[in-house]
């Protein structure tokens, strides 16, 4: 099955997109991206957590920028344009 990307999120999974630290909706905003697991750690947080940061947010924890490195091989999510131009720091 292919996904058209048509579909709507019920209220529970909405909440579960919201930055814990700025409260901002990283679904709306597109910052939404999949760490590799020991940066993710750097964070403070674990896997099991299912707590969302916003780029900004996270970058604060860790100490640093987000590199494209730190991200796990995961294209459909992690190979936006959104998430790319951020790490380059393109200005949108």
Same mark, same amino acid.
């Given at each position: 099955?292919?996904?058209?990307?048509?579909?709507? $999120?019920?209220?529970?999974? !909405?909440?579960?997109?919201? +930055?814990?630290?700025?409260? =901002?909706?990283?679904? %709306?905003?597109?910052?939404?991206?999949?760490?590799?697991?020991?940066?993710?750690?750097?964070?403070?947080?674990? $896997?099991?957590?299912?707590? !969302?940061?916003?780029?900004? +947010?996270?970058?604060?924890? =860790?100490?640093?920028? %987000?590199?494209?490195?730190?991200?796990?091989?995961?294209?459909?999510?992690?190979?936006?344009?959104?998430?790319?131009?951020?790490?380059?720091?393109?200005?949108?």
């Amino acid at each position: 099955m292919e996904f058209d990307g048509d579909f709507e $999120l019920t209220p529970e999974e !909405m909440a579960s997109f919201i +930055c814990i630290d700025c409260g =901002i909706n990283t679904d %709306i905003n597109g910052h939404y991206y999949i760490l590799e697991h020991d940066v993710w750690a750097l964070t403070g947080l674990t $896997l099991g957590d299912n707590k !969302m940061l916003c780029m900004p +947010c996270c970058e604060s924890r =860790i100490g640093r920028k %987000i590199e494209h490195k730190d991200l796990i091989d995961f294209p459909e999510i992690n190979d936006s344009f959104i998430v790319r131009d951020y790490i380059d720091g393109v200005k949108l």
